[in-house]
T-cell receptor, first 117, second 113 residues
Framework: ETGVTQSPTHLIKTRGQQVTLRCSSQ?????VSWYQQALGQGPQFIFQ???????GRGNFPPRFSGLQFPNYSSELNVNALELDDSALYLC????????????????FGPGTRLTVT | GEDVEQSLFLSVREGDSSVINCTYT??????LYWYKQEPGAGLQLLTY?????DMKQDQRLTVLLNKKDKHLSLRIADTQTGDSAIYFC?????????????FGQGTTLQVKP
C-alpha cells in the first residue's frame, strides 16, 4: 500500500511568483488536509478538501488556494509569494470517517520544502 | 500552535521511560494526537485518543488524558536511540465534520546511549 506522496521535494521560488504543490493521497483515503510548518514550529492548518470541496480553512489569506480531484489527489496553489511563505508544506490524507466525522485520522506525506528568495 | 503547549526539550538515557507532556485549551476537542517527526521527514501518526477515554496503550506507548485539567501525556517505555525525534501533540479543533488539527511547538526528545 502506497502512503501519501508529495511533489516536488524541494522548490526555490522568487518573491511575487506563484507555486503549485501536489499531493497524492493514500489508497482508500478521500480527504486531504494541507499544513504549513515553519522552521522550529508545529504545523499550521491551511485547509482541508473533502469530496472535491473545501471543508474548513485556517487563518491563511486567499492567495492560498487548493483543489481536490476525483481521484482524491490535491493541489495547493500559492500566489504572490512572500518571504514568510518559506516553509515545509505538508499534506495529510484521511480515510472515510465514521458517521459524519471527516478527516480526523490524518496520515502525513514527507512534505515539500519551499524556499522563497 | 498557541492553543497547545509543550515543553521544548527532554533528555533521557536509553532504557529509561520518557514522559512528554502537553496542555490544550479547547475542552470540546474530540480527538487528541501524538505525532513523531524525524529530521527532514513528515509527521508519523503514533497514536490518538478519543476524548471520552482516559488511557490508551499501544506496545511501548501509553497515552494518558486528564480532561478536567486539559492535560495529555505520552509515555514511552524502554526508550531507544531510534526514539530520538520531535514529538508533537495535537488537538482536533474543528467541528465534528472538519479535521482541523492544532499542533503544539513540539518536544525534542534526546536519547543518550
Amino acid at each position: 500500500e502506497t502512503g501519501v506522496t508529495q511533489s516536488p521535494t524541494h522548490l526555490i521560488k522568487t518573491r511575487g511568483q506563484q507555486v503549485t504543490l501536489r499531493c497524492s493521497s493514500q489508497s482508500g483515503h478521500n480527504t486531504v488536509s494541507w499544513y504549513q510548518q515553519a522552521l522550529g514550529q508545529g504545523p499550521q492548518f491551511i485547509f482541508q478538501y473533502y469530496r472535491e470541496e473545501e471543508n474548513g480553512r485556517g487563518n491563511f489569506p486567499p492567495r492560498f488556494s487548493g483543489l481536490q480531484f476525483p481521484n482524491y489527489s490535491s493541489e495547493l496553489n500559492v500566489n504572490a509569494l512572500e518571504l514568510d511563505d518559506s516553509a515545509l508544506y505538508l499534506c495529510a490524507s484521511s480515510p472515510k470517517g465514521a458517521g459524519t466525522r471527516v478527516g480526523y485520522e490524518q496520515y502525513f506525506g514527507p512534505g515539500t520544502r519551499l524556499t522563497v528568495t | 500552535g498557541e492553543d497547545v503547549e509543550q515543553s521544548l526539550f527532554l533528555s533521557v538515557r536509553e532504557g529509561d521511560s520518557s514522559v512528554i507532556n502537553c496542555t490544550y485549551t479547547d475542552s470540546s476537542s474530540t480527538y487528541l494526537y501524538w505525532y513523531k517527526q524525524e529530521p527532514g521527514a513528515g509527521l508519523q501518526l503514533l497514536t490518538y485518543i478519543f476524548s471520552n477515554m482516559d488511557m490508551k496503550q499501544d506496545q511501548r506507548l501509553t497515552v494518558l488524558l486528564n480532561k478536567k485539567d486539559k492535560h495529555l501525556s505520552l509515555r514511552i517505555a524502554d526508550t531507544q536511540t531510534g526514539d530520538s525525534a520531535i514529538y508533537f501533540c495535537a488537538e482536533n479543533k474543528g467541528s465534528s465534520n472538519t479535521g482541523k488539527l492544532i499542533f503544539g511547538q513540539g518536544t525534542t526528545l534526546q536519547v543518550k546511549p
